[in-house]
T-cell receptor, first 113, second 114 residues
Framework: EAQVTQNPRYLITVTGKKLTVTCSQNMNHEYMSWYRQDPGLGLRQIYYSMNVEVTDKGDVPEGYKVSRKEKRNFPLILESPSPNQTSLYFC????????????FGEGSWLTVV | AQSVSQHNHHVILSEAASLELGCNYSYGGTVNLFWYVQYPGQHLQLLLKYFSGDPLVKGIKGFEAEFIKSKFSFNLRKPSVQWSDTAEYFCAVNGSGGYNKLIFGAGTRLAVHP
């Protein structure tokens, strides 16, 4: 089954404690992306990756890092989380096998206190 | 700048009422258009998409959308809503070809009362 899998799904953490949200897809997609969803703002892109070792900033990259060492994985790293990063995060992927349709993970609820 | 505008942030309907959610976009080129739905506590699911061809697109669960190029619009419709349609709906657009960014509207929360 085609899947984008994120972990953890729910996390409460404290300001300044580094955390990583993992994302993995099993569709051999070239393109992967991270979004955050906030009330009234829709989904905003944080970072995206066109392929292995190719990453670029989206609209709201401040406070985040990513890496793409393998095609299937695209972790989102918060080096020093702050309360304004409390949000719902979605990983997404697309590739030749899915046309131009983006598949989303189930979301990760992150609360920074 | 590329943008997507959804006219209604909150919509409340009774069951069996008709639904139309507005979506307008600003993009200087050929576009692909999408509607996603997010049920409470769940991830985004694709309702329907338009790439080319017939501008009236039918999706899952009885939803349809019409692409009107001259109006830069892609409104979502359903003739008769059900309580189970209560969700948040997002319109999205990206440029055709390659891996252009998918830009989302702010979303419309739909509440359907029995």
């Amino acid at each position: 089954e085609a899947q984008v899998t994120q972990n953890p799904r729910y996390l409460i953490t404290v300001t300044g404690k580094k955390l990583t949200v993992t994302c993995s897809q099993n569709m051999n997609h070239e393109y992967m992306s991270w979004y955050r969803q906030d009330p009234g703002l829709g989904l905003r892109q944080i970072y995206y990756s066109m392929n292995v070792e190719v990453t670029d900033k989206g609209d709201v990259p401040e406070g985040y890092k990513v890496s793409r060492k393998e095609k299937r994985n695209f972790p989102l790293i918060l080096e020093s989380p702050s309360p304004n990063q409390t949000s719902l995060y979605f990983c997404a992927s697309k590739g030749a096998s899915s046309g131009n349709t983006i598949y989303f993970g189930e979301g990760s609820w992150l609360t920074v206190v | 700048a590329q943008s997507v505008s959804q006219h209604n942030h909150h919509v409340i309907l009774s069951e069996a009422a008709s639904l139309e959610l507005g979506c307008n976009y600003s993009y200087g080129g050929t576009v692909n258009l999408f509607w996603y739905v997010q049920y409470p506590g769940q991830h985004l699911q694709l309702l329907l998409k338009y790439f080319s061809g017939d501008p009236l697109v039918k999706g899952i669960k009885g939803f349809e959308a019409e692409f009107i190029k001259s109006k830069f619009s892609f409104n979502l419709r359903k003739p008769s809503v059900q309580w189970s349609d209560t969700a948040e709906y997002f319109c999205a657009v990206n440029g055709s070809g390659g891996y252009n960014k998918l830009i989302f509207g702010a979303g419309t929360r739909l509440a359907v009362h029995p």
